[in-house]
């Protein structure tokens, strides 16, 4: 019988709240909330996002089956409205063939020797970051990191220089990462454009942004220069003699900037953060640099006699993936399993849980980079490890990152090491992406 003319069978889960859901159960701790789902109902649930079934992936073949297998069938930008404002109609924010014609078109920016060349500025912008550093002093290590993604990624993206701290440029992506819309304004969709509210305050960077952008581009189209940035590739992308338009440049690099910095700055701190705690590891990955680098600073070329420091990215990624959840909508019915799945219904995959699942990582609470060692890593099961995603949604900047977050590590801890201020605990806080909730302060010492 076809799928569509089947009646729903839904996994099980928690009893839905009326108009509610299941919203208020989420929204109040979604990982724990994602861990009694699983820990109760197995390897899927159902879940009510007011009254729409949502249900619940933890099972590898089944995140394969929506990911790659059948992607066609499921639709994400719906998840990204909440970016909208900031994003317009950057990648997140398409589905179907315009996604796949926009992605095409971005993709020659991401290419190997592209993303290689940026190598120089982010290990130069590291070092004057340590060189403003002093041992002895506290710091709130996740701000210091944040500042320094965000220069290297306006750097690479548009070519400007923010300096270490305090430009104008700097503050207005502040203003729009800080002021992130609270559960009110959300809820009641409030826009009050006044100077205090948090949607005044984003309002007032993404004008700032935008001013700068736009002139950018003005500028680039009439001299035509290639500066080496994702803004030039993109200037210069065409498909069929179509290129982008000025609003569909600004929207990618917003895209990029949204997507960019937070995810490799949050994945350094939860990495500075597990180093500080597991001293055995540390001492490993201090070996490394220490014979592979000789008190050089990383380059390029390093990189691929310095196993450890992959090793304890692709572990941090695997214990706090930043993106944790990944969202999509089924467009037609579909089945898994016994389950029949209606038209429209969500569907989560949780990395939080997949990445953690007892009966598919040994030790699976554990800081542990040596499973990555290619003898232990052939026996990962296929599938339950997915921090980029997978299939023709998969991470574009996935290069970028893993490049920026090698040389950064490598270049902090050849010269520095952290102590956890005493007292300081660390949390998690899962809005959209998976954050450090108090950021993470420590002590600088030197290596
Ligand atoms: C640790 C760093 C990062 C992680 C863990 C990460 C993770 C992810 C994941 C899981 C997705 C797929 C979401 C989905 O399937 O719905 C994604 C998409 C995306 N990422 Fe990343 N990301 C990182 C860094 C970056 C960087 C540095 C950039 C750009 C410079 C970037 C740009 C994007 C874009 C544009 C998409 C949307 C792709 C599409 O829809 O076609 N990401 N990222």
């Known amino acids: ?5 089947q009646k729903a069978i839904l996994p099980p889960g928690p009893k839905p709240l009326p108009v509610l859901g299941n919203n208020y159960s989420f929204v109040k701790d979604p990982l724990e909330f994602l861990e009694t789902l699983h820990k109760t109902y197995g390897p899927l649930a159902t879940m009510y996002m ?7 992936l933890f099972e590898p073949k089944h995140i394969h089956y929506v990911l790659t297998e059948n992607p066609r069938n499921f639709t994400s930008a719906e998840f990204a409205r909440g970016l909208q404002e900031f994003t317009g109609h950057g990648l997140f924010n398409l589905d179907g063939d315009t996604h796949r014609q926009q992605r095409r078109l971005v993709q020659p920016a991401f290419h190997k020797k592209r993303v290689e060349s940026y190598a120089d500025t982010m290990s130069q912008y590291t070092l004057e970051m340590l060189d403003s550093w002093e041992t002895g002093k506290e710091i709130a290590l996740d ?3 944040q500042q320094l993604t965000m220069r290297v990624v306006a750097k690479c993206l548009f070519n400007i220089d923010l300096g270490l701290r305090n430009s104008k ?4 992506f502040t203003d729009i990462l800080e002021n992130q819309p609270k559960l009110l304004e959300t809820l009641l969709r409030l826009k009050i454009d006044l100077p205090f509210t948090d949607y005044g305050k984003r309002q007032r960077g993404k004008r700032v942004i935008d ?3 736009n002139h950018l581009i003005a500028q680039r189209r009439l001299e035509g220069n290639d500066e080496g940035d994702f803004l ?5 992308a065409t498909e069929d003699d179509v290129a982008l338009t000025d609003t569909q440049i600004r929207d990618h690099i917003m895209t990029f900037v949204a997507a960019g910095h937070e995810t490799s700055s949050n994945t350094l701190v939860w990495a500075f953060y597990l180093l500080a705690q597991n001293m055995n590891e540390y001492e490993k990955l201090y070996l490394e640099l220490q014979s592979q680098l000789q008190g050089q600073p990383p380059t390029l070329a390093n990189l691929p006699m310095m196993p450890y420091t992959d090793w304890v990215i692709s572990e941090t990624l695997r214990l706090y993936p930043p993106a944790y959840l990944i969202g999509r909508r089924a467009r037609e019915a579909f089945t898994l399993d016994e389950y029949t799945l209606p038209a429209k219904t969500f569907v989560l995959i949780s990395k939080w849980i997949l990445h953690r699942r007892p009966d598919l990582w040994e030790a ?15 026996n990962i099961v296929p599938w339950s490890y997915i921090p980029f995603g997978a299939g023709p949604r998969m991470c574009i900047g996935m290069p970028f990152a893993q490049l920026e977050m090698r040389l950064l590590l490598a270049t902090i801890l050849q010269r520095f090491k952290f102590r956890i201020v005493p007292g ?13 909730k108090n950021g993470l302060r420590v002590i600088i010492e030197p290596a």
């Open 232 to 236: 030039s590739m993109l200037l210069a």
């Open 1 to 5: 019988m076809d799928v569509i003319q």
């Open 169 to 172: 440029l700097g503050q207005a």
């Open 50 to 56: 007011s009254d729409t079934p949502s249900v619940v």
């Open 143 to 145: 701000q210091e990191l």
């Open 364 to 378: 699976a609470d554990t800081f542990q980079p040596e499973r990555w060692q290619p003898e232990n890593a052939k």
């Open 424 to 436: 300081f605990t660390m949390q998690t806080d899962p809005l959209i992406t998976l954050r450090p």
């Open 211 to 213: 001013k700068v952008i």
